[in-house]
């Protein structure tokens, strides 16, 4: 063999010598594995554990008798139609009916009558605050008295104030 042709190559003849290595890149694991632990107590301290629904503590009322459930509650209707010197509020039906005009500049006094005159009514039908009213306007009826009564039944608690449409 002529040695003059392998000398130099290495074993295999690749050009390196015999004992030298290319170095491979290795990426460094300590480090990472830090990363990745502070990441995991990360999530794990801003994670929210919540009680599953179906395991919230809950207490359901017993039947009883003597009060009777109540169903789907019809709405109090309050109508609004417009007449020569203002406004006409009528609601419910009886003897704790609700008639009144509002004139065209509607003062504090007429207000607090239809307030006073409205909670009559809800206690004679023995009505809750919580109870649905329907705010039913006629054609010609002005925004003014519309947002008055609006705002006589907001100020009584009432907060169920629907308006309907026609389709």
Excluded at 10 to 28: N, V
Excluded at 140 to 147: A, K, M, N, R
Aim: proline residues 7%.
């Amino acid at each position: 063999m002529n040695t003059e042709r392998t000398k130099g190559r290495g074993r295999f003849g690749q050009g390196r010598l015999s004992g030298s290595r290319r170095p491979t890149f290795m990426p460094r694991m300590a480090p990472m594995i830090d990363v990745i632990f502070l990441l995991l107590i990360f999530f794990v301290l801003t994670a929210r554990f919540r009680t599953p629904e179906q395991f919230l503590p809950f207490k359901l009322s017993q039947a009883d008798a003597t009060t009777p459930s109540r169903g789907l509650i019809e709405p109090l209707v309050v109508r609004l139609s417009p007449v020569a010197e203002g406004c006409r509020v009528t609601a419910g039906s009886g003897p704790q009916e609700v008639d009144l005009t509002l004139d065209a500049v509607a003062g504090p006094e007429q207000l607090a009558d239809l307030a006073l005159r409205i909670g009559t009514l809800l206690e004679s039908q023995k009505r809750t605050l919580a109870d649905p009213i329907s705010l039913e306007c006629d054609d010609g009826v002005t925004w003014d008295h519309l947002v008055k009564v609006y705002n006589v039944l907001y100020a009584m608690g009432i907060h169920d104030i629907t308006f309907p449409m026609e389709l």
